[in-house]
């Protein structure tokens, strides 16, 4: 393990219930700066309910969280927001804020109160250098209802990258999107990832994006870890079987050799 | 939408609000000479008719339609629900049932110059923010929905309780109860005045300094929280502030409907929904809607005055409805 310095998350036996069910069973799992991490799992295996405690959102029953080494609950939200950037899945489509209103806003943590009504330059300075990089400059002064569901999600994660922080969590962020707009968020995302050394943790529902853009795949289901390695150790038969209780079949990319599932075959019914 | 907000609400809406200060005192049955403006203390009929009756009527009129525009922009920010205004959520219900109470019991005391009904509105403003407070800290997260049903379903038992009230009390009761309902701003004084300006003030300063957290609120809670902002905090800090300005409005004005959702609705589709330029906009558009609103009240009639709830919701009543379709037509 290396230094206490270099890891950006650290959760242990995290445990949560909501009256009889468990949403979350003694999840451990530790992220090194600037490591790319994806969660996979079933539909409520607990994946968005373990981002909501480690943003802060929900307090957690058993366990602990520590941000850059520092205990989530010693943190306000404001510090909490200065350390990670998140990106929700799809947002309502009838946000009436402009592009750039809505990046502005993501700065609140940063943000100054001074006086009634003040006019926030810097963070729009920054909302700015934001969309350049996300390369969604044209649309600023568009309305967020106006968008695509792939260019809202790139504003989305302008406004996570405006926020400056060290970590960024995102939840399904390619979900409801068409291939090639999926394949330009998850493009985009990996730039952002390797460019500026972010931690990067991210729930999907893509095993191949996982497979091939991450450097570790962490397996969920029932509110438990069930696989946590690097994505040719993860995706195997055998967990595959454990998460998701399927049988898909595995064989490596033509051109990278990372690991690709494939839906299995079935002769529809005459 | 326009595209410079600032712009418009500097040039258009702030001059807009000016003028109406000083022209709507002049118009009424009876013209006062110019040279009234001279002698704001003189007890001829011109001086009387002008500084105490006119001019504070209309003072009342701006800054209750300024409070009840902020009102309604806010509860429909922090409760992401298009058709919230503070009466919704019992508010007004509730003053309302004070004042039927008090009318019924016959109380008529006065304390510090405020008479009893006021009091009497104020108690109950107060007891069913207490009640809709008490729902919210009740249920552990706070939920927009929970709180907007908690507060329809005590302004519905309110509405049931004054019904059984009017129903048991005499003729003349009744008449005091409903004309209190109808909402009506012939009891402007400058007392009148000097009793909502400190609710009003204070809820401007506190919106205003919380601009960031209404933009942020009015989109998505766990989006706001993980920007940095204590959600339910929040929420419970300014429903309190805006439901006591409200009671204030109410106290002395009746519950006037409508202006908390005609004026930010319209004020949202000109200036866009940035509460940085909306707060300004609402408060001067609001202001400035009930002043043209209570001109009319008091002069439509020869007879008698109609009071400025009936004029309020006769035009509120369309505009909802055309609201409704425009939101229905662009949802496909």
Redesign the interface.
Known sequence: MNDSRDIAIEINELSLSIGQRRLLDGVTLHAEAGERIAIVGPNGAGKTTLL?LL???IPSERGRIKLGGSALTSL???????L???V?QQ??DD????VI??IV?????H?Q?GG??P??REGEKIARQSTERVGIRHLENQTMATLSGGERQKVNIAAALA?QTPILVLDEPSAHLDPKQRESIQRLLSEIGRKSNTTVLTVTHDLNWAAMDFDRIIGMAHGRVLADDTPSRVVTPENLLAIFDANWTIQAHPQSGCPMVLPTHHTPAR | MVSSPRKFILFILLPLAVMTLMVMPWIGQHLPGWDVLFRPGAEDLDAIIFWKIRVPRVLLAMFAGMGLSLGGVVFQAIFRNPLATPFTLGVAGGASLGVTLAIFLGLNLTILGVSGVSLAALVGAMGSITIVYGIARATSNVSPNTMLLGGVAISFFFSSLILLLQYLGDMSDSFRIIHWLMGDLSRASAEAIFQILPFIVSGILITGFLYRELNLLSIHDDLAGSCGLHVEKMRIILFLAVSLMIAGIVTVCGPIGFVGIMAPHICRLIVGANHRNLIPAAILFGGVFLTLCDTLARTIATSAEVPVGIITAILGGPFFLWLLFKKARSHG
């Not at chain 1, 306000?76 to 200065?82: G, K, L, M, Q």
């Not at chain 1, 946000?95 to 402009?98: D, N």
């Not at chain 1, 806003?105 to 943590?109: D, L, T």
């Open positions: 909501r943003l802060g959102l306000s939200r404001r510090e909490v927001a200065r990670i950037g998140y929700p947002l309502a946000i009436p804020f402009t209103e809505f806003m993501s700065r609140y943590a943000a109160s009634i009504i006019r926030d926020q």
